[in-house]
T-cell receptor, first 113, second 112 residues
Framework: SQQGEEDPQALSIQEGENATMNCSYK?????LQWYRQNSGRGLVHLIL?????REKHSGRLRVTLDTSKKSSSLLITASRAADTASYFC?????????????FGEGTQLTVNP | EADIYQTPRYLVIGTGKKITLECSQT?????MYWYQQDPGMELHLIHY???????EKGDLSSESTVSRIRTEHFPLTLESARPSHTSQYLC???????????FGDGTRLSIL
């Protein structure tokens, strides 16, 4: 079964607006990571949040983690056209600890100029 | 700049051909991975390696095979390509299994 599910599947906003994407997962995790994928390219790591952390910031990115609800959110503030990409969450599950990450289905973000 | 390289970027080839997708990284990472991704869809892990002479099958059954003779090199081989193998194949590496992964730009494979 899919460990990570993301919501919404697609999001279209205007430049300058904030974008929020959500990720839910099923099993206990060691950490959760967010990645960006531009069209036709590989994934780029954005931010990692450990299971004992609740919030993390990196530039215009803010990630929250709620282990009781098994969910995480990625907030991109003051979005730019260059933020247009697919965003994936990935979990390091306790049951497969250290061997692999399981990726969600992704959110396609379009930022209109 | 990417320190993990995949070749070729695009490959269109006929059914029944043997194909090898190349992946090399210069970061000295022990862990390497192959994923299959259809356009706009999630990534599926098909193979991974803990280090030299170590290979494991991933979550998605695949007819491909891999080898890890050198730390920096993790090629994927399809002995007899079929149209069902048409997809994008992404290679990645990481220092440890639960750490951020570095991805190549992928090989987009089309089997006619």
């Amino acid at each position: 079964s899919q460990q990570g599910e993301e919501d919404p599947q697609a999001l279209s906003i205007q430049e300058g607006e904030n974008a929020t994407m959500n990720c839910s997962y099923k099993t206990s995790i060691n950490n959760l990571q967010w990645y960006r994928q531009n069209s036709g390219r590989g994934l780029v790591h954005l931010i990692l949040i450990r299971s004992n952390e609740r919030e993390k910031h990196s530039g215009r990115l803010r990630v929250t983690l709620d282990t009781s609800k098994k969910s995480s959110s990625l907030l991109i503030t003051a979005s730019r056209a260059a933020d247009t990409a697919s965003y994936f969450c990935a979990t390091d599950a306790v049951e497969t600890s250290g061997s692999r990450l399981t990726f969600g289905e992704g959110t396609q973000l379009t930022v209109n100029p | 700049e990417a320190d993990i390289y995949q070749t070729p970027r695009y490959l269109v080839i006929g059914t029944g051909k043997k194909i090898t997708l190349e992946c090399s990284q210069t970061m000295g990472h022990d862990k390497m991975y192959w994923y299959q991704q259809d356009p706009g869809m999630e990534l599926h892990l098909i193979h991974y390696s803990y280090g030299v002479n170590s290979t494991e099958k991933g979550d998605l059954s695949s007819e491909s095979t891999v080898s890890r003779i050198r730390t920096e090199h993790f090629p994927l081989t399809l002995e007899s390509a079929r149209p069902s193998h048409t997809s994008q194949y992404l290679c990645a590496s990481s220092e440890m299994g639960n750490q951020p992964q570095h991805f190549g730009d992928g090989t987009r494979l089309s089997i006619l």
